[in-house]
């Protein structure tokens, strides 16, 4: 058969409801000053210890130590979080000025195409194109020496030229 709960605790409570018959009623004894034993305490509330100086002032150092360590964590998450926002505000910066950099970009190709030179060149100035071959002069010096070089030679080929003209002439 099978019980619900704690069997020995029914048990207890079932033997304390019984009498005993077999236990002699017990004598109440007179009230007398009981001795204290070792071990034991007595019921009076203990006297509060008093704490010393040096403990007093080691409990507060540890209360500011801790107090300052959670100062300098709170400090330093609070400069983490501080300094990521400010990661994603110029990432969001980068962004935008890239897609406007592309927009520009667009915008030079655009401005800068050779039909659109031409059209503005005829519409607005007047010019027209010349197809014929265009000689094209260099700005270093190099070609400043050989073009005077030329012309001296052109000089020099124009006198003898005069010379052979002026002696056939006679």
Do not use: C
């Not at 926002?85 to 970009?105: G, K």
């Not at 010349?130 to 050989?146: D, G, M, Q, R, Y």
């Not at 005077?148 to 030679?153: G, P």
């Amino acid at each position: 058969m099978y019980q619900y709960g704690n069997v020995a605790v029914k048990y207890r409570k079932e033997q304390k409801n019984r009498p005993n018959i077999y236990k002699q009623p017990k004598k109440v004894p007179q009230t007398q000053p009981k001795k204290q034993i070792r071990g034991q305490q007595s019921k009076k509330p203990l006297a509060k210890k008093n704490i010393l100086a040096g403990e007093k002032i080691l409990y507060i150092l540890g209360v500011i130590l801790i107090v300052g360590a959670l100062f300098i964590l709170l400090g330093g998450n609070a400069s983490i979080a501080q300094m990521n926002y400010e990661t994603q505000f110029l990432e969001r910066e980068i962004v935008t000025l890239s897609e406007r950099n592309d927009e520009l970009r667009v915008e030079i190709a655009e401005l800068s195409s050779p039909e659109r030179i031409l059209t503005i060149a005829r519409e607005e100035w007047g010019l027209e194109v010349n197809e014929s071959p265009v000689k094209v002069l260099s700005t270093s010096i190099e070609s400043h020496t050989a073009l005077a070089n030329d012309t001296d030679s052109l000089e020099t080929q124009e006198l003898s030229d005069q010379r052979r003209a002026g002696r056939s002439g006679r």
